[in-house]
């Protein structure tokens, strides 16, 4: 029955897989931003998440500016989710280009003695950085989250297997395999935007959130640099790949000090490009989203 039900599941993602397959990037962008901008901006209005997570961020936005915002960020949601399932072939539609900011300076870094631990957040189409960073040469790790469906699970490795150099599950021997990893020469990366319930309290946009701190923790054991990193989405399916040159030493800093710069890094981004920040998860403790409105 197990089998069933995870066959089940399955089957309707497989064939959007092969229909973005047989659609290619742009074709397959614009249907997940219909489909993002009609069915994800309704879903979130009557979950009220985004509404609440604007209002905290942007307090003097009016209720047309929140909406604006919300279906912005379905929109892009939509895109970048299928966008998912055709990375690999995005260069063969010319509707798809990418380029890079500070990357001439960022590079001695990348190339240096010391291992890099990049950071970013679900902003833009974040996988794109991904692939970006891996064409430049360079080997990239990420650790992902192993789906208990495992047809669902192989297919989606199978996608990001093709924009990454490996991949480790998260659990046990995960941080050692991290280390390792790092050791080895390879770039980690994380998105350090999403709450952690086992994670420390950092200021988020003023108010303490929980923030994961594993991936400091990692750097300063394998005595990485952290670099800042996050990606915009422009006209649709074009898109830049920012590298911050404010380069993050965490041997030097308290674990506590370097997630309040991370924070901080992750809250300009949102400020710059809020309709492409992913604000339908719950970022802070869930009293906040229980408040009525007064």
Known sequence: MRKLKHLFEYTPLYLIYRLCRWLGFRRTSNLGGLI?????????????VADKNVRRVFPQATAQERKHIIRQAADNFGRTFFEYFVLDIADQDSAFKCNCVNYDQIKPYL?????????????????????????????????????????????????RGSIVTHQIPKGKGSGMASIRALKAGHHMVVLADQKYNEGILIPFFGHDAKTADGFVKLAIAANALIIPVHVIRHNQTEFTVHYSTDILDPTAHSVEECLLKVNQH??????????????????????FYKEKRT
């Open 111 to 159: 190339s240096g003695d010391r291992p890099v631990m990049l950071f970013s957040a679900h902003l833009g189409n974040w996988e794109i950085g991904a692939k970006n960073h891996v064409e430049h040469g360079f080997r990239l790790t990420p650790i992902y989250r192993v789906i208990n469906n495992p047809y669902v699970d192989a297919l989606i490795h199978r996608c």
């Open 266 to 287: 992750i809250e300009n981004w949102i400020r710059d490009y809020p309709g492409q920040w992913f604000w339908f998860h719950r970022r802070w403790d869930k009293s």
């Open 36 to 48: 993002g901008r009609t069915f994800g901006y309704w879903y979130a209005c009557l979950a009220k």
